[in-house]
């Protein structure tokens, strides 16, 4: 079961229900927190909080996590290129072009 937690409140928490263990998975709001992420994954892998294939699906999600966290950055980067392209429009300017 992942829960997660209120605004600005407590880390996901991770509890495998066949051994009833828990691990904190701290929010994952940027590229920044994705090693992190996986080094608590692999953590509770060797502690044996969860099973490998349950560690296996919990290492996919965060996978989802950086590739929704890239596809963000990409799209957010292109709207301002496009944006600085329309003002160069606008102002007579072309790109490459000063």
Known sequence: ???APAPDQSPYVISSGRLSRTFALSPIQSAADIAPAIKTVAAALADRAVAPGEGEAIARIVDIFVRTIETSDFERRL?????ADAEDEQQGRFAGVR
């Open 1 to 3: 079961m992942v829960a």
């Open 79 to 83: 709207a301002m290129l496009e944006r």
